[in-house]
């Protein structure tokens, strides 16, 4: 059996690509041939060539309009000619021309969130996701979706349209064994950089939405009685230059550092010298449906991830996670005392479980129950 992945965009600002490279080369281990169409970009190559073997069949396309990237897309699908295909998100360009096909593959769609649950899609807009979200119900053979509340929400939407039998696979997030084994070719540096500190870890968009000045108003907080605790941050947002005078104002530069965008190659390192992580998440549909793909990569470094009870974290933790209230900054400045203090240990996690060797098992075992006429014809998965 032969499946490709079509993904979107740069990684560096698009992470759904994760999917594609994270399950190829466990799925290429249990028999399948695995293609990906990626935009050509650096950080795509890069990325692909650091989580993917030389046996992933890569077509890179070029940044183009969408009406170009679609027949691109199109063509490359005949080209390669898979009995499935993976769309790693859905949307107007990121799609194929079906009666262009020259044969008839399995489409599968993953839905990794919920725009017309995320508060900026207003208007118009929102109604534009609506479509497009009840569109990839019709247009798909099968959904994987990366949370339960997506989950969920599919399956009432293919009943509204008519497809309650539409195969739906819950498949979160997960982590690559060859990202957390990577050389830590920064971590002796870092060590000695933050020896006696408490390090605390944010990764990803820098965004009032996404918590940012909930972790920095609890820093505050914290600071003023544990001035050797350090929050770094790692990415960018559109309220950084905002967060870099809150910083200042308050006189946190020395507990505060924003790194910006991290080279893959680095996380490693990060992560093993960090004490705990922080994934702040809202009670709001938003994050509720969304899959917070930062928590599994930091499951295997077996430190405290601080976070919100809603969601994947609560289906991933249960009742041994350690969880604030993004509202209430104190509730995080709690947390990080605690931590300092020698008080918290991780969440006992079952790491096997959310693998992407695991997840590319599932998946192979829901297409071979679901799809008799595409089989992979595995003994043991």
């Not at 399950?23 to 993917?52: F, T, Y």
């Not at 939407?157 to 070719?185: C, G, M, T």
């Not at 971590?187 to 006696?196: H, P």
């Not at 702040?280 to 295997?300: E, F, G, H």
């Amino acid at each position: 059996m032969k499946i490709c992945f079509i993904t979107l965009g740069d990684i560096k600002s698009i992470a759904t690509m994760k999917r594609a490279i994270g399950m190829a080369n466990p799925l290429l281990s249990i028999g399948w041939e695995v293609a990906i169409i990626a935009q050509d970009s650096n950080e795509n190559r890069k990325r692909i060539a650091m989580e993917c073997s030389d046996a992933v069949q890569v077509h890179y396309y070029p940044e183009g309009t969408a009406t170009e990237e679609v027949r691109i897309k199109t063509a490359l699908v005949n080209e390669i000619g898979p009995d499935y295909i993976v769309f790693c998100s859905f949307s107007f360009r990121n799609r194929i021309l079906k009666n262009k096909l020259k044969h008839k593959p399995i489409i599968l769609i993953e839905h990794s969130e919920l725009p017309s649950g995320i508060p900026d899609n207003r208007g118009l807009r929102k109604y534009a996701m609506l479509a497009l979200e009840q569109w990839s119900v019709l247009y798909a053979d099968g959904l994987l979706c990366a949370s339960q509340y997506l989950c969920k929400t599919y399956t009432k939407k293919a009943a509204q349209l008519f497809r309650r039998q539409l195969p739906i696979l819950y498949s979160p997030y997960a982590f690559n064994n060859d990202v957390v084994e990577s050389p830590r070719v920064r971590y002796q540096e870092l060590k000695e950089m933050y020896a006696g500190k408490t390090l605390l870890l944010y990764m990803g968009t820098l965004t009032r939405n996404y918590g940012l000045f909930s972790m920095l108003q609890a820093m505050e907080m914290i600071c003023r009685e544990r001035p050797d605790t350090t929050l770094l941050l790692l990415g960018r947002g559109r309220h950084q230059e905002e967060a870099k005078v809150f910083v200042e104002e308050k006189g946190l530069s020395p507990q505060v550092q924003f790194l910006g965008y991290t080279p893959e190659e680095e996380l490693s390192s990060y992560f093993a010298a960090a004490d705990a992580f922080i994934s702040p998440l809202n009670d709001t549909v938003q994050d509720w449906a969304r899959c917070p793909s930062k928590i599994y990569m930091y499951i295997p470094f077996n430190k405290p991830v601080f976070t919100g009870n809603i969601g994947e974290p609560a289906e991933i933790f249960g009742r041994d996670g350690h969880y604030f209230d993004n509202r209430a900054p104190a509730s995080l400045a709690a947390l990080i005392g605690r931590l300092a203090s020698g008080e918290l240990k991780p969440a006992p996690v079952d790491k096997a479980a959310h693998s992407w060797e695991k997840r590319a098992i599932d998946f192979t075992a829901w297409t071979n129950s679901n799809y008799a006429s595409k089989v992979l014809p595995i003994a043991n998965l």
